[in-house]
């Protein structure tokens, strides 16, 4: 491993290569039906890092996210968080998911709390509530706060839910094809607000998505996943710059990094 | 709407205004086409009656109808025997229901949030209810007497399954997204039912009240046809016994107040707790 940090703002060393998540030797196989949904995966994750894993439906990629999660146990292999096992949920993981999932019932920073008021109790979520609101700045929701979700739109509601799964100021963001419900101008500009969010708090994230553009414009690696075993086959390194821009979604290099993957994808595909 | 050209209206810039055609029978205000229909089937009732098609015992005309109406009215009002019939059937509803909703939202909940409850209760539960319910009705009279028990029994056993499988299926609405995100915060299953899966299903629970306010009524009214006593279906009975159709509509009529207004609490309940859903929002009248 080669501690190369760009000419970004100065962190400390160790931090910037400190492996967050490790995963060795990781296998699902669903008893029922027989089927192996996860093959020998191993993978590391640096803090700070943004890493994609791409790949067609029915890979593994979702169930290797319920894992890291802490949603599912695992067949064989180990999960490890900041050097300590991943045996169930985690207050240290931050999670997303493809729809909002905002209580309608609540307004959007009771919404944003719930997770404080579920794990420390209601006094904790109440003293908790200027970082909540500091949050919903941050995303542009500042006004919205008292609203209840039935009233944002769904990009609104999707960053009130990146919120909620600030609020734990998590060490590792786990996104389930968070904008995938979004239409397309929506989902760019939620693209470039997410790497804005995770620049400013050095966050370490794993997204699973459908979108080679969103893979590629986000991530430092892409896994490329291949199902029947679920196994990745190939570690893509990104050495577009940061931060990114739409407007490289234009340029060779991109262009030659999807074609590198689709080219990998697309080999299952017909076969 | 003007007689000149596109042509010209383009050049001019005018607005291009127009009025979207609405039929005759979608702008009838709702008030005038409840009037309207109200007049034609009483006028309807009313011919046929007058013209002799159908005999009067079978059906009385509105007058009679209407002078009955006012006979049960007086005698509501004065506090009289049918008051205390009506007292009678409204506690046994009010029973039958808080019985209904205590039981059928337990086993609800144990349907639907246990798997034993599932697996096991379940089926039994819809052996039962697929059972004609108003054929236990001589069970609870020799169980519980001729008094006001026997009547609430039933009406409770009937407005019972609604709310057990509307509960149970409130709480299998949240959706895998949903229950995934209380799991990865750590939410324990309490938490979660109560935060999460208890509210989802409100909407679901209260189409469940709503059928078995229904139900009750009907549970009620045939506890009293069948077991005498002192309600109103006993009153029914008796006045259809003696031929007195008049009698008997009226009565229908002044039990039909009871059940709506069961009926609506239940619906005034529904806005005021499950102010979310938008699809139930006051607006156009229940």
Redesign the interface.
């Known amino acids: 491993m080669v501690a190369q940090p760009l000419s970004k703002d100065p962190q400390p060393a160790a931090s910037s290569t400190r492996p967050v998540y490790e995963i060795e030797r990781l296998s699902k196989t669903y008893a029922r039906n027989k089927l192996v949904a996860l093959d020998n995966v191993n993978l590391t994750i640096q803090k700070g890092e943004f890493v994609s894993v791409i790949g067609s439906s029915g890979c593994g990629k979702s169930t290797l996210l319920k894992i890291m999660a802490g949603l599912m146990p695992p067949t064989t292999g180990r999960v490890v968080l900041e050097g300590r096992p991943v045996v169930g949920s985690r207050p240290d993981i931050g999670m997303m998911f493809q729809q909002a999932t905002l209580l309608p019932w609540k307004t959007t920073i009771e919404n944003i709390l719930m997770p404080v008021e579920i794990r420390e109790g209601r006094k904790a979520a109440k003293e908790a509530t200027t970082r909540a609101m500091d949050l919903l700045q941050l995303v542009g929701l500042g006004d919205f706060a008292n609203v209840y979700p039935g009233e944002l739109s769904g990009g609104m509601a999707q960053r009130a839910s990146i919120c909620r799964m600030l609020v734990s100021d998590p060490a590792m963001l786990l996104l389930d094809e968070p904008f995938s419900a979004l239409d397309e101008l929506t989902r760019d500009f939620m693209n470039m607000e997410l790497q804005r969010i995770c620049t400013e708090r050095n966050a370490t994230a794993f997204l699973v998505t459908h979108s080679l553009a969103e893979a590629v414009i986000l991530s430092d690696r892409i896994l490329v996943m291949r199902a029947r075993p679920g196994h990745i086959v190939e570690d893509v390194r990104i050495d577009l710059p940061r931060p990114r821009t739409l407007e490289m979604i234009n340029t060779p290099l991109f262009g030659e990094i999807v074609a590198h993957i689709r080219d990998l994808l697309g080999k299952e595909a017909h076969e | 709407m003007t007689d000149a050209p596109n042509a010209a209206t383009m050049t001019t810039g005018a607005d291009t205004v127009w009025v979207e055609h609405e039929a005759f029978i979608d702008r009838i205000p709702r008030w005038v086409a409840m009037t309207l229909l109200f007049v034609f089937v009483v006028g309807l009732w009313d011919l046929v009656t007058r013209m002799r098609w159908v005999s009067a015992i079978i059906l009385p005309t509105p007058g009679e109808t209407l002078a009955d109406l006012i006979f049960v009215g007086q005698n509501l009002i004065a506090g009289g025997y049918m008051l205390e019939a009506l007292w009678t059937t409204t506690l046994t509803v009010f029973y039958g229901f808080l019985i209904a909703v205590a039981i059928g939202f337990s086993l609800g909940l144990l349907v639907g949030e246990t798997k034993f409850g599932e697996r096991a209760v379940m089926p039994y539960l819809v052996a039962i209810d697929t059972m004609p319910k108003v054929a236990f009705a001589p069970l609870f009279i020799a169980w519980l007497g001729f008094d006001i028990s026997s009547k609430v029994a039933l009406a409770a056993f009937i407005a019972t399954f609604p709310i057990v499988v509307a509960t149970a299926a409130g709480l299998y609405a949240a ?1 895998e ?2 229950r ?8 324990s299953r309490m ?1 979660t039912l109560i ?2 899966k208890l ?1 989802t299903g409100l909407p679901y629970i209260f189409t469940g009240l709503k059928i078995a306010s229904v139900g009750v009524m009907a549970g009620a009214i045939t506890g009293e046809f069948l077991g005498g006593g002192k309600g109103f279906g006993a009153l029914i009975r008796q006045s259809a016994s003696q031929l007195d159709t008049p009698r008997v509509f009226a009565l229908i009529l002044y039990l039909s107040l009871l059940g709506l207004l069961l009926y609506f609490t239940v619906v005034w309940a529904q806005r005021r707790f499950v ?4 699809s139930d929002r006051p607006g156009g009248a229940a």
Request: positive net charge.
């Open positions: 959706s997204n949903e995934m995100l209380f799991k990865s915060i750590g939410a938490q935060r999460l509210p102010f979310w859903n938008k």
